[in-house]
């Protein structure tokens, strides 16, 4: 047999996808394994799993791993990454609006020619940034200028790439820090912010429970710790 017939199967909320992709040739010579991921908003990677799609590891939010656990998809045991805060984004080197306060956030996002953002429907950030942006009274007025894709992880790479005057982006932190060409403006000021835990967990019907385990080690202990905050992750209490 081959040095790589395991595979490995893991669905993957977008937040954590700049993460995983660093920690993945580490964890293939590791476990002499192949990581087969997919990644996309965190609805979506629920509907992939009960689908019935190959999972031996699920990375999603907090809540919907409570979700899924109460619909007896998990194995109860998770392990925490870490948190992201939802987050405001600028191409590199724009002009930089002040987004500390609720006034000043809806006047940049109605200053934006293009505002980007993830799924609105199945995307933790997205589904919240819609909220917020209805709440601030600017939703309609810049309903046109919606640029979405189906995790922020695709939706940075975009605005990067905009040829637009001014552009505004919101997603989670890990999102934004993973893409070259933006930068985090702020978090969502206050009493707008939102921040997200991200956990692992082994499916139930997880093909490679072992490898799985191997690799939520290595994704959630305490040698990825430094790594996980470069990626935009705040970490757990140790009273948590």
């Known amino acids: 047999t081959s040095v790589m017939a395991r595979t490995l199967h893991l669905l993957c909320a977008g937040a954590a996808q700049g993460l995983v992709r660093k920690l993945q040739l580490d964890f293939e010579r590791m476990a002499a394994a192949k990581l087969e991921s997919r990644f996309g908003a965190v609805g979506l990677m629920r509907n992939a ?5 190959p999972c031996d590891v699920l990375v999603v939010s907090d809540a919907m791993n409570r979700q899924l656990t109460e619909l007896g998809a998990l194995r109860s045991s998770r392990c925490v990454i870490g948190s992201a805060p939802t987050s405001i984004a600028v191409r590199s080197l724009s ?93 969502l000021p206050v009493p707008h912010g939102l921040t997200t835990t991200y956990v692992a967990a082994v499916p139930v019907n997880a093909r490679q429970p072992e490898l799985a385990a191997e690799f939520i080690a290595m994704l959630c202990g305490s040698a990825s710790r430094e790594l996980r905050q470069s990626c935009g992750f705040q970490m757990p209490d140790h009273g948590r």
């Not at 799993?49 to 799609?53: H, I």
């Not at 995307?123 to 919606?146: I, K, N, P, Q, W």
């Open 49 to 53: 799993l009960l689908a019935g799609n």
């Open 95 to 187: 002009k930089r609006r002040d987004v500390t306060s609720p006034e000043g956030l809806a006047a940049a996002i109605r200053a934006a020619d293009e505002v980007y953002f993830p799924d609105p429907e199945q995307g933790t950030a997205g589904v919240h940034f819609v909220s917020v942006m209805r709440t601030l009274g600017v939703y309609d007025e810049v309903a046109a200028r919606f640029r979405t894709y189906p995790s922020g992880a695709l939706a940075m790479p975009a605005m990067a790439a905009s040829t637009a005057a001014e552009v505004i982006g919101c997603t989670q932190a890990s999102e934004i820090i993973a893409i070259s060409g933006v930068e985090i403006l702020g978090p």
